[in-house]
């Protein structure tokens, strides 16, 4: 028997999806199949409005939905604060410690030689157009503590050598080689605590 | 800051695929909102085709494309032989391996006294209605090698026992407590080819 057109077409969809392979795949296409029509419509709306409500706010980089950058129109965060990070989800577990209230900037990525990201792959240029605004006292590097994300670091800290902020870097209370998203809270809001400055305007 | 309505939606709605909890649900969500509107569209519209297209056999009880079930249809098959499987992925299993072509009765699942799954809960009615239709020479059951797929296969045979076919169950060529979804190819081929006559009619 030929396998049928439509859960083809699902199946290839689906093994798009990170961390899904054939197998994987395919017991989620017969699940599916399985549902009621209405269960599978709720997965189409979702899927629908995470398209069209979602979108990378142009000032952080961050996502925002309907437009409404949660981050960037919450006049209450201090202004003059910003944390630099590689990825939406480092944004998240840094807001999920609650103990940091400033702003953010999302590059979408580090430097990395080896694998052909450069300057221009990740939101660096946005990064200094915020600076050069002239509101910000500090910029906290947290970009992950891995090889590329320590090389991101350093090529900004000494892009930001010449504007009169300062700069600093989170703690190493993380593991070296660890990735930010995977830290516990405790360990990422003592690192934020304990961050090393790397220039300091007085 | 507060989860986005639509991220939240669409992990709700990927945590009820199977083998995905929370941690899995978030990557995959924020890996579709990285994704171009158009991969976002195709995944849309294999769901929304999905749900449309596949819908189950009335008669052999798996499923089929834009009501023609590529089974029951295909008068090429053998038309006296019919495997009783559990599941539609059992199905698929059996036509894998390319050497069984009859035709197929698929359960929807095992009586479980445990799990309060009785007769009226799985397809016997069905495969009893063709059974009296009169074309059948052989049944074969092929329900899982478990203690649930044995006591439906016991149960089926007894009751087809006061037909005038032959009964027979898989060579136990499958290891015991084994799930016929996870054997190998040439495993399940001698399992069929072995299979033991419970009732035979010559």
Same mark, same amino acid.
């Not at 979408?108 to 660096?124: A, C, V």
């Given at each position: 028997? =030929?396998?049928?057109?439509?859960?083809?077409?699902?199946?290839?969809?689906?093994? %798009?999806?990170?961390?899904?392979?054939? %197998?994987?795949? =395919?017991?989620?296409?017969? !699940?599916?199949? !399985?549902? %009621? &029509? #209405?269960?599978?419509? !709720?997965?189409?709306?979702?899927?629908?409005? /995470?398209?069209?409500?979602?979108?990378? $706010?142009?000032?952080?980089?961050?996502?925002?939905?309907? %437009?409404?950058? &949660?981050? $960037?129109?919450?006049?209450?965060?201090? !202004?003059?604060?910003?944390?630099?990070? @590689?990825?939406?989800?480092?944004?998240?577990?840094?807001?999920?410690?609650?103990?940091?209230?400033?702003?953010?900037?999302?590059?979408?990525?580090?430097?990395?030689? @080896?694998?052909?990201?450069? @300057?221009?792959?990740?939101?660096?240029?946005?990064?200094?157009?915020?600076?050069? #605004?002239?509101?910000?006292?500090?910029?906290?590097? /947290?970009?992950?503590? @891995?090889?590329?994300?320590?090389?991101? /670091?350093?090529?900004? /800290?000494?892009?930001?050598?010449?504007? &009169?902020?300062?700069?600093?870097?989170?703690?190493?209370?993380? &593991?070296?080689?660890?990735?930010?998203?995977?830290?516990?809270?405790?360990?990422?809001?003592?690192?934020? #605590?304990?961050?090393?400055?790397?220039?300091?305007?007085?």
């Amino acid at each position: 028997m =030929e396998e049928f057109q439509s859960v083809s077409a699902l199946i290839e969809s689906l093994k %798009k999806l990170p961390g899904i392979g054939r %197998k994987s795949a =395919e017991r989620m296409a017969y !699940q599916i199949l !399985q549902m %009621k &029509p #209405e269960k599978i419509d !709720q997965m189409v709306t979702a899927l629908k409005n /995470a398209r069209d409500n979602i979108d990378i $706010c142009p000032i952080c980089g961050s996502f925002r939905e309907n %437009k409404n950058c &949660p981050i $960037c129109s919450d006049m209450s965060r201090d !202004q003059d604060t910003l944390i630099v990070v @590689t990825s939406f989800k480092d944004l998240l577990a840094i807001e999920k410690i609650n103990s940091y209230h400033g702003l953010y900037h999302v590059l979408g990525g580090n430097l990395s030689p @080896t694998k052909g990201i450069g @300057t221009k792959d990740i939101n660096i240029e946005g990064l200094f157009n915020r600076v050069r #605004e002239g509101n910000l006292k500090e910029v906290i590097l /947290a970009t992950d503590l @891995t090889l590329d994300g320590e090389t991101t /670091a350093l090529y900004i /800290a000494k892009l930001l050598s010449s504007y &009169p902020i300062s700069v600093s870097r989170l703690a190493y209370g993380l &593991p070296m080689g660890g990735q930010l998203e995977y830290a516990d809270e405790l360990t990422l809001a003592k690192s934020i #605590e304990g961050r090393n400055f790397i220039k300091k305007e007085l």
